[in-house]
């Protein structure tokens, strides 16, 4: 498994951002594709999460509603829709894969990570 994330930018609050995260290699259908995020001086933290059959998803409570979490079996990509911007979303993105249970929301329990891609949301 490699990821490869892109999509960060610099937005105003309330705008729209849509990250995406490929797998390159040829096992991205046997894992959780999930997005972390870290911010300035905190620890990194669960953001979405999807299920291998892109069936069931989860979220930071924080985040439910806006963000939509999404997969791509033809073109082995993870999405992140981000709508409604705030401030506090602010962070490096990560992407990362696991080989373990769509409950899991620690990041301990992904196997792989992208390299990060930054959203910084700012007037």
């Known amino acids: 498994v490699q990821l490869q994330a892109s999509g960060g930018g610099a937005v105003q609050p309330g705008a729209s951002l849509r990250l995406s995260c490929a797998d390159s290699?040829?096992?991205?259908?046997?894992?959780?594709m999930g997005w972390f995020r870290q911010a300035p001086g905190k620890e990194r933290e669960f953001v979405a999460a999807?299920?291998?059959?892109?069936?069931?998803?989860y979220y930071k409570e924080s985040v439910r509603g806006r963000f939509t979490i999404s997969r791509d079996k033809g073109k082995n990509t993870v999405y992140l829709q981000m709508n409604s911007l705030k401030p506090e979303d602010t962070a490096v993105y990560y992407c990362?894969?696991?080989?373990?249970?769509?409950?899991?929301?620690?990041?301990?329990?992904?196997?792989?990570w992208g390299q990060g891609t930054q959203v910084t949301v700012s007037s």
């Open positions: 990362a894969a696991s080989s373990g249970a769509l409950e899991d929301r620690s990041s301990a329990d992904y196997n792989y």
């Open positions: 290699g040829r096992t991205f259908i046997q894992y959780v």
């Open positions: 999807v299920g291998r059959s892109a069936r069931r998803s």
